[in-house]
């Protein structure tokens, strides 16, 4: 089923990401043939023209023509408006207001396209090619955890983008009313208690602030002038005290969250994603117990919570595939 014939069909993804662009040729399985990594640029002119030059680099890596590519899709930064194709504006990519993102990668390439949030991309990947696919899951919940939290939600196989195109800021749902102060202007998002970034901050308060002076995390400050996410991770599998605190902290905050999510939307299964998603066991495991500790009694919790298969792939295939989604009907 996963074999590759000179038939299928194929397609482009591309992710826009602040620092690099990734570009890919998919096959309809959702598996990437070939991929291609160039640094971003600056100003819409500038990025737009390495988009392209990515995706003619695809097409030579793979030995194809754009006459081989049936449709292009596009992952970026938001806002954004899906239906108009339009970047409104970003904070990764300076200078970028209203850009006609997909009509302008649609005249370069020749081809149609379609313009989708990135992280909504990531979940649409993962679900067409990765945990989705595996286990045939149609109703599919996805929580990257990365330097910000996001997200995106599957419904009977299809994503949900929301009125808005706003859904899957699954980061900035309140997990504690009157709590921290996020950047976005609300308080006790998810986002504060979990993000990567977040992590290493609260370790290093608690040590400045809180005396927590005896923990192992305060010589790797010391060693390295900073702590990140990793560090709090591997001093928490090492057994110590406060990184194991903010550790478990994370995790009854994100299963927090997966409970609410389950009442929202009843999904079949929430993946996790993103660096931390490297911690595989030592991040569900704790979740996993702190959802039963947290979901109620009425029925037993029948969703599967796991972490992603594809990593990296995911915003280009998902991109691809929902490219594909619109234009082979
Ligand atoms: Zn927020």
């Not at 023509?65 to 992952?75: L, M, N, S, Y």
């Not at 313009?115 to 990765?130: I, M, P």
């Not at 899951?137 to 996001?150: K, P």
């Not at 605190?245 to 994370?250: A, L, N, V």
Request: proline share 4%; aromatic share 4%.
């Amino acid at each position: 089923m996963e074999s590759i014939r000179q038939s299928d069909p194929l397609y482009i993804g591309i992710d826009l990401g602040g620092t690099n662009i990734k570009a890919g040729l998919v096959n309809p399985a959702g598996k990437v043939l070939a991929r291609v990594s160039v640094v971003t640029g600056r100003g819409p002119e500038t990025v737009i023209g390495n988009m392209v030059a990515a995706a003619h680099g695809v097409l030579k890596t793979a030995r194809k023509t754009p006459e081989d590519i049936t449709a292009v899709g596009v992952a970026s930064p938001g806002p954004l408006s899906t239906s108009r194709g339009v970047v409104l504006r970003s904070a990764n990519l300076p200078g970028w207001e209203n850009v006609p993102l997909r009509d302008r990668i649609s005249t370069e390439l020749g081809k149609p396209a379609i313009l989708e949030n990135d992280a909504r991309s990531a979940a649409f990947g993962e679900y067409w090619g990765g945990s989705g696919r595996s286990t045939g899951a149609r109703d599919f919940l996805m929580i990257t955890l990365g330097t910000g939290v996001g997200g995106g939600f599957v419904h009977d196989g299809k994503l949900v983008s929301g009125a808005h195109d706003m859904a899957g800021e699954i980061g900035h749902t309140i997990v504690l009313p009157g709590g921290e102060q996020c950047g976005c202007g609300q308080k006790g998002c998810l986002e504060v208690y979990t993000a990567a970034s977040r992590l290493g901050r609260r370790a290093r308060l608690m040590i400045r602030e809180q005396g927590r002076r005896n923990s192992t995390l305060r010589s790797v400050l010391e060693r390295d002038g900073m702590i990140t996410a990793r560090d709090v991770e591997q001093e928490a599998r090492s057994g110590d005290t406060l990184a194991q605190e903010i550790w478990e902290d994370m995790c009854r905050m994100l299963a927090l969250a997966c409970v609410n999510a389950v009442h929202w939307l009843d999904p079949k299964m929430i993946v996790l994603a993103g660096g931390m998603a490297g911690a595989g066991d030592f991040l569900v495991d704790p979740v996993k117990r702190y959802f039963s500790e947290q979901y109620w009694h009425m029925s037993a919790p029948e969703v599967e919570i796991r972490t992603a298969e594809l990593g990296n792939d995911a915003g280009v295939v998902g991109a691809a595939m929902l490219a594909m989604q619109l234009h082979t009907k």
